[in-house]
């Protein structure tokens, strides 16, 4: 995972993330089965919600329009809630700062996703996807 930030302002700021990789599926029991390429790509806006929090939008695939609630507890860990069109995702990501551009990430996410064209509204089988990614942003 890759993640670019970009500071406009105090309050405002720009981002562009991604991964790919190789996945699993926990309930697959057929050991010939292919393994899926999993990638998620989001660029957008980041504005500043209070003291501790940020609002995050995205577009990007596969969720084309994705809205997170970021909270800060401290400098070095951070809770994510959003809505999009993926479906109702949470998230913990752990930061450790390597220099005063580039962090090491390490994040933990689950989404529950939902098929809009389907005759059941709500898919109840979550993901989840844990990894590392670095992080560059503008120096301070």
């Known amino acids: 995972m890759l993640r670019l930030s970009y500071g406009v302002s105090p309050g405002f700021g720009l981002f562009a993330q991604g991964f790919a990789g190789p996945g699993f599926w926990l309930t697959e029991t057929d050991s010939g089965a292919t393994t899926p390429f999993l990638y998620d790509v989001r660029i957008g806006p980041k504005f500043r919600a209070g ?64 098929e809009l064209l389907g005759a059941a509204p709500l898919n109840y089988a979550p993901a989840a996807s844990v990894g590392i990614a670095l992080e560059a942003a503008q120096p301070k």
Do not use: K
């Open 51 to 114: 003291r501790h929090g940020a609002v995050r939008a995205g577009i990007g695939l596969p969720g084309f329009l994705d809205v997170e609630y970021l909270h800060d507890f401290g400098r070095f860990l951070t809770a994510s809630a959003g809505l999009g069109l993926r479906g109702l995702s949470l998230g913990l990501c752990g930061r450790v700062r390597l220099s005063r551009t580039l962090s090491l990430l390490a994040a933990g996410n689950t989404v529950v996703g939902w």
